[in-house]
């Protein structure tokens, strides 16, 4: 995912601008320059996530995730008894056109 952050900052420069504004705004509203990062900053870096997000979105880390029940489960109607294993697919939605109108697209 790192590769492609770097990828998608080359392509992109006006996302890496934002990045850069919002990373240096940040700075500049410390008393302290020095100090460490606080959590009312981390959550501050709304365009930081964003970025982050699409790019984790698109790198698909984890093409598939196994787990097993350990319980029953109902699930939109079905049943997946305990002890089965089960199988998440985060390209499935991640790459999905039902749920973003350009799934491959960056953006």
């Given at each position: 995912?790192?590769?492609?952050?770097?990828?998608?900052?080359?392509?992109?420069?006006l996302v890496l601008q934002t990045l850069t504004k919002e990373q240096e705004a940040i700075l500049r509203r410390r008393e302290n320059m020095?100090?460490?990062?606080?959590?009312?900053?981390?959550?501050?870096?709304?365009?930081?996530?964003?970025?982050?997000?699409?790019?984790?979105?698109?790198?698909?880390?984890?093409?598939?995730?196994?787990?097993?029940?350990?319980?029953?489960?109902?699930?939109?109607?079905?049943?997946?008894?305990?002890?089965?294993?089960?199988?998440?697919?985060?390209?499935?939605?991640?790459?999905?056109?039902?749920?973003?109108?350009?799934?491959?697209?960056?953006?």
């Amino acid at each position: 995912a790192i590769t492609l952050a770097v990828k998608y900052l080359t392509d992109y420069p006006l996302v890496l601008q934002t990045l850069t504004k919002e990373q240096e705004a940040i700075l500049r509203r410390r008393e302290n320059m020095d100090s460490g990062l606080t959590w009312k900053e981390y959550k501050s870096m709304t365009f930081t996530f964003q970025f982050i997000n699409e790019t984790v979105r698109l790198a698909n880390i984890a093409p598939g995730i196994f787990r097993k029940a350990l319980r029953d489960v109902n699930f939109k109607g079905y049943t997946i008894p305990a002890g089965w294993g089960v199988m998440v697919c985060p390209p499935a939605v991640h790459l999905n056109p039902a749920n973003y109108e350009n799934p491959l697209d960056f953006n």
